[in-house]
């Protein structure tokens, strides 16, 4: 994992198209702008976690 200090309103690219810039630093939460092309599909990691779960219950209801 690559860990990085960034400031307000200062930016990180990522493959030279997808840019994720500070927009809100608050006590314990950060806010983050994220550009990328439209192909780029960009999910928060429990949306992932809850549609891995949901897949696997649907998985096993079929081989029920």
């Not at 997808?18 to 928060?44: H, S």
Request: charged share 30%; aromatic share 2%.
């Amino acid at each position: 994992m690559l860990v990085l200090t960034r400031k307000m309103n200062e930016k990180i690219v990522i493959d030279g198209k997808i840019i994720v810039t500070v927009v809100r630093i608050d006590k314990n939460q950060v806010r983050l702008g994220i550009e990328a092309p439209g192909e780029v599909p960009i999910f928060r990691e429990e949306i992932i976690d809850l549609s891995r779960t949901q897949a696997e219950h649907m998985a096993q209801l079929v081989c029920s």
